[in-house]
Structure formats: structure tokens, C-alpha cells
């Protein structure tokens, strides 16, 4: 008798509201599609605003794959007004707040600090899109240092804070065209995008901005002093 040939599997994501069926040719064996599915559960969606299907050609670990949704997800968002951010992003009393800078700005640190004061959406990538006429911060599946997967939750008009390690905890205002400039440098893109500078700068004019100095404790009451 001939064998059955073994199915494809398929995961459908949807990340900042954007839908990507993926299929996973049945070579990778149902171990593999297994762990993804843990590892995304909070992200299968149907209504989404786009959808389309790849085929996952990359190595079986979960560290390629995420490249591979990474990668997939820095070109889809800007089809549909939205970008993917190196930023920390939390949720607290019902505000959406992005912290990013560069790499040992203290993203993670902030995050872990933000546990007891909100939802924290990811400390290494967040997205942001333009819905209506209305920006909103979104969590992704990717996460940094921090154990456990993002969170599928969203916050209408997020702040954004750019980072900077200090003595004491504060707030500084920051000139829009400054702050543009330090944020097109945490905007994840594998490849050239022109429409990314009116993007970003879109987004970065229409929200709140600014430096928080912070230490490792105590900054959240000087944010939620910020009226």
C-alpha cells in the first residue's frame, strides 16, 4: 500500500491588526510546528487587515523563524501605515508608553521594572500603525532578555520616552525634529523604505514625546504626574 503523503501545517498571525499565513512544509515534522504554535498562541487571527501566504524555507529552531516573521512583518506593517520599533513597550492605567533607545539604553530594565505598574507588551519590539487617524501602539511576539512571550493587547496615542540612565527620575521635553531623528534609529527595516521618513515622522508629530531620565525604580510616578 503507498503511505499518505504528510500535510503542510499553517500558522496565521496577525501582528498590530496585519495577517500573515505562514506554511510550514510537513518536513519540519509536527515537533517543530508544535513549539511555534505555543510560541505564537497569542497572535492567530483572522480578521486582520492584509493576508498574505509565505512558505518558511528557513532552519528548524525558533530563533530563525522569528527572523524570518521579523523580517516578514518590517515590510507588511509599512503597506498598511505601521512599523515595527526596538522599543519597550508597557500599558498602565489604561495609557500605551513606548521606551526605546539604543542598545543598553535600558529597555529591559524598564520592563521588568513595569511589571507591578501595567502589562508589559514586549521589552525588545513593539509595533506602531495608523489606524484612521488614529496611532496605536500594538506587543509583538518578540521579546529580549525577558522570559515568556509578548502580549496581544493595544493602547490608543502611546507616549513615547527616549531613554537615558540618570541619578534621579524626570521628564524632559525634546524638539520634534530631535526626537524624528533619534527614532528613525530604533525603526527595525531590512531594506530601504522611502516611505518610512514621512511615516515615522507622522507618528512621532502626533503623540507625546520626550526623555526620561530614569534609575531603576521610582519613574513611573513621575510619569503618571505627566498630565
Known amino acids: 500500500m503507498r503511505k499518505s503523503a504528510k500535510k503542510n501545517n499553517l500558522l496565521s498571525l496577525s501582528i498590530a491588526g496585519a ?5 510550514l512544509p510537513a518536513k519540519y515534522g509536527s515537533e517543530f510546528t508544535e513549539l511555534l504554535k505555543k510560541r505564537y498562541s497569542a497572535f492567530f487571527g483572522k480578521n486582520t487587515a492584509a493576508k498574505i501566504t509565505l512558505v518558511y524555507k528557513g532552519l528548524p529552531n525558533k530563533y530563525a523563524f522569528d527572523t524570518f516573521v521579523r523580517l516578514t512583518y518590517s515590510s507588511l506593517l509599512l503597506k498598511h501605515n505601521g512599523f515595527l520599533l526596538h522599543a519597550s513597550g508597557v500599558i498602565s492605567k489604561g495609557k500605551g508608553y513606548i521606551f526605546t533607545g539604543i542598545s543598553g539604553a535600558g529597555k529591559t530594565t524598564v520592563a521588568e521594572a ?3 505598574c501595567g502589562a508589559v507588551l514586549s521589552d525588545e519590539i513593539v509595533a ?25 493587547k493595544t493602547a490608543k496615542a502611546p507616549t513615547v520616552f527616549f531613554l537615558k540612565q540618570a541619578r534621579e527620575n524626570a521628564v ?36 507625546e514625546s520626550g526623555v ?16
Not at 495577517?19 to 506554511?23: K, L, P, Y
Not at 523604505?193 to 515615522?200: D, F, P, Q, V
Not at 530614569?214 to 498630565?227: N, P, Y
Open 19 to 23: 495577517g500573515c499565513n505562514i506554511i
Open 114 to 116: 513595569s511589571k507591578r
Open 128 to 152: 506602531v500603525r495608523k489606524t484612521g487617524n488614529v496611532w496605536k501602539l500594538f506587543g509583538t511576539p518578540f521579546m529580549g532578555l525577558m522570559k515568556g512571550g509578548g502580549k496581544n
Open 172 to 207: 524632559r521635553i525634546m524638539p520634534i525634529e530631535r526626537a524624528w531623528a533619534k527614532l528613525l534609529r530604533n525603526v527595525i527595516l531590512f531594506k530601504p523604505e522611502k516611505k518610512i521618513a514621512g511615516l515615522t515622522y507622522d507618528f512621532i508629530a502626533s503623540v
Open 212 to 227: 526620561l531620565e530614569f534609575k531603576k525604580t521610582g519613574f513611573w510616578r513621575v510619569i503618571w504626574r505627566i498630565k
